[in-house]
């Protein structure tokens, strides 16, 4: 059986993990900060010190970390998984990263023997905790395929999108999508709650015709409970889709609606919000219109 390492345990890294446990996958995990790796490691997981080290250790090394630069210093700065590189050892990355850069580190490990998939993730914390999530793959087919029993593991839908960046490609799609959605959904709560009907009611209202749609399903019951807790933090969201827009000025595509979303999360964390759910983007609309959802 494939031995993993996985480095990055947040939110989603640490369910991901979890669930990698549970498939039967022996365990070799990192992070920066050590109460994560306890947790893990009473579930039976091993520790390691470095990025190298866990190279060194396993045939399988997933990344799971906030921005490019991140999983840029882990797979090629000091003590990386570069310098712990085995030939036959497969990178998958789940964060969300700029597609050049994805690019990049799969040139580089190349060079070791090592093969790279970019594997972005989408379902938020709660997929990550069901074993639930969508991961879209870029990189060599093959090594998707030995992978494979491992990404079933931690998702429901795995999609081979194409060559090396593909994965980051659809994932930054996928925060077009997801973004639109949580603005969508405050404002036709707030719209419902300033015009004077009950926004509960106008959800149910809407939820089975066309409007239907992942956000309209679970976001609103945790709003009307006044929980505006991550799920998936709004500084996260405001970070993808400053990687829409750099990859879409890369290619000189106009994404309009994409920019003023991105100025609306951008104002959610001028406000100090970041740390919210990035639903909780409708505090920013609430503002604006002056009129509270609860």
Known sequence: MLKIGYIGLGIMGKSIAANILKGGFPLVVHNRSRASVAELVAQGAEEAFSPAEVAQRVDVIFTNLPDSGDVEKVALGDDGIFQGAHHGLIFVDNS???????????????????????????????????GTLAIMVGGPENALNKVMPVLMAMGKTITHVGSSGAGQIAKAANQIMVAAQMVALG????????????????????????????????????????????????????????????????????????????????????????????????????????????
Do not use: H
Not at 113 to 126: H, K, T
Not at 216 to 245: C, H, T, W, Y
Not at 264 to 285: P, W, Y
């Open 96 to 130: 969300t990263i700029k597609p050049a850069v994805a690019r990049k580190i799969a040139e580089v490990l190349d060079k070791a023997g090592v093969e790279s998939l970019d594997a972005p993730v989408s379902g938020g914390d709660i997929g990550a905790r069901d």
């Open 187 to 294: 404002e036709l709560l707030i719209l419902a709650r300033k015009s004077g009907a009950d926004p509960a009611k106008v959800v149910d209202a809407i939820r089975g015709g066309a409007a239907q749609c992942w956000t309209l399903d679970n976001k609103p019951p945790r709003l009307f409970a006044g929980q505006r807790e991550p799920g998936f933090k709004a500084s996260m969201q405001a970070k993808d889709l400053n990687i829409v827009l750099d990859t879409a000025r890369e290619y000189g595509i106009p994404l309009a609606m994409t920019a003023v979303n991105a100025q609306l999360f951008s104002a959610m964390q001028e406000m100090g919000l970041g740390a919210l759910d990035n639903s909780a983007v409708i505090a920013v609309i609430e503002k604006l219109a002056g009129c509270d959802l609860l």
